[in-house]
T-cell receptor, first 110, second 114 residues
């Protein structure tokens, strides 16, 4: 079974801090790596998609990197805000199915 | 709003009843996926369609589950003889082949089996 692990499981930071969320996967043969945000009781919002030929993607205060050889991806959030509070999920694309980690629950306090 | 819609948003049913959920993908997307998410877990893949063809089914999709996409547009997921263990959020996503493969998710249907 392909496994995706996210560390830490939960994180609480004061507003303004830069932070890094980690994702590791057991099979380096991936198509894409996708990061999502999920608010409580809601669906998933796609944040960034890194194709297998790419090493990183940026959108606003978010930057995601991908290292296939080590089976790792990181999501960097700059200058965190209370509105960033949510669960962040990474997902490895096997070619059709996304394999998800359990997520990192982020709380940004004012 | 991602453009993927699901109906209903919430469903409460008694054990043993049948339920059906609907998903409308982004109109030009030819791939449609179903996932299930339980509390504290990431979503788990159930099945996917390319146009009207169901191409993959997870072993999680027991015989009580059936999915259809009759005209390659909307899809339905039916659960027969519901069990308490079926209580979960059912998520639908869509994507476009030939593109980067980004999947866009709907808001989900929350099923509670009492």
């Amino acid at each position: 079974k392909q496994e995706v692990t996210q560390i830490p499981a939960a994180l609480s930071v004061p507003e303004g801090e830069n932070l890094v969320l980690n994702c590791s996967f057991t099979d380096s043969a991936i198509y894409n790596l996708q990061w999502f945000r999920q608010d409580p009781g809601k669906g998933l919002t796609s944040l960034l998609l890194i194709q297998s030929s790419q090493r990183e993607q940026t959108s606003g205060r978010l930057n995601a990197s991908l290292d296939k050889s080590s089976g790792r991806s990181t999501l960097y959030i700059a200058a965190s805000q209370p509105g960033d509070s949510a669960t962040y999920l990474c997902a490895r694309d096997s070619g059709y199915a996304l394999n998800f980690g359990k997520g990192t629950s982020l709380l940004v306090t004012p | 709003d991602t453009g993927v819609s699901q109906d209903p948003r919430h469903k409460i049913t008694k054990r043993g009843q049948n339920v059906t959920f609907r998903c409308d993908p982004i109109s030009e997307h030819n791939r449609l996926y179903w996932y299930r998410q339980t509390l504290g877990q990431g979503p788990e893949f159930l099945t996917y369609f390319q146009n009207e063809a169901q191409l993959e089914k997870s072993r999680l999709l027991s015989d009580r589950f059936s999915a259809e996409r009759p005209k390659g547009s909307f899809s339905t997921l039916e659960i027969q003889r519901t069990e308490q263990g079926d209580s979960a959020m059912y998520l639908c996503a869509s994507s476009l082949t030939g593109g980067p493969g980004e999947q866009y998710f709907g808001p989900g249907t929350r099923l509670t089996v009492t």
